[in-house]
């Protein structure tokens, strides 16, 4: 499974390959390695998921919101809103980054919306969710495009100001 150390969005709107993606330092993961997330290799069953959020509610309901508020970030281009939601010590490189989603935010037309989304480990500080994501955008040649994504994010309430981050994300292409 192919890595990129890049910003989540910018890849699920920029990439047109197949492939997963990473963000942060562990992008040197492998699928069979522990501390993969992918969907494909870690997902579980409904019920279980279920309740691996209801032993948590309060954090489950703060990584929603955290996710809501990202995307939000997104589809109304709040470049700055949508960098701080990453975990900043995690970001390899910081000007990538930024180039990245400056790029993706310049997309005409771009909607991002969340169609599901699967908790797969839930504690008082740390979150890896799966989401069903479909992004909408006219892409740099003019062409219309519509992605069917799931993500796998790992989030981690910060320490410094207890808002749930970004530290990690994978990408896996439902669509070609």
């Not at 509610?57 to 990453?86: C, G, K, M, T, W």
């Not at 993706?104 to 969340?114: D, K, P, Q, V």
């Not at 797969?120 to 069903?132: G, M, S």
Request: charged share 35%; net charge negative.
């Amino acid at each position: 499974m192919k890595k990129l150390n890049s910003v989540m969005f910018a890849l699920a709107v920029l990439c047109m390959s197949g492939t997963a993606w990473a963000v942060d330092k562990d992008d040197d993961l492998k699928p069979d390695d522990t501390e993969h997330i992918g969907y494909d290799a870690s997902a579980l069953t409904p019920n279980q998921a279920s309740e691996v959020e209801a032993k948590f509610p309060a954090e489950a309901r703060e990584v929603r919101e955290a996710l809501a508020r990202h995307i939000s970030h997104a589809n109304q281009r709040q470049l700055e809103a949508y960098l701080d939601d990453f975990l900043k010590e995690r970001i390899r490189y910081p000007e990538l980054e930024r180039s990245y989603a400056e790029r993706a935010m310049a997309l005409e037309s771009l909607e991002l919306e969340i169609k599901a989304i699967e908790f797969q480990k839930l504690t008082r500080t740390t979150a890896t969710i799966h989401t069903r994501q479909i992004s909408k955008y006219v892409d740099e040649k003019g062409v219309f495009r519509t992605d069917d994504v799931i993500i796998s994010y790992r989030w981690i309430k910060d320490a410094n100001d207890g808002v749930w981050r970004i530290a990690f994300t994978e990408r896996k292409r439902l669509t070609e």
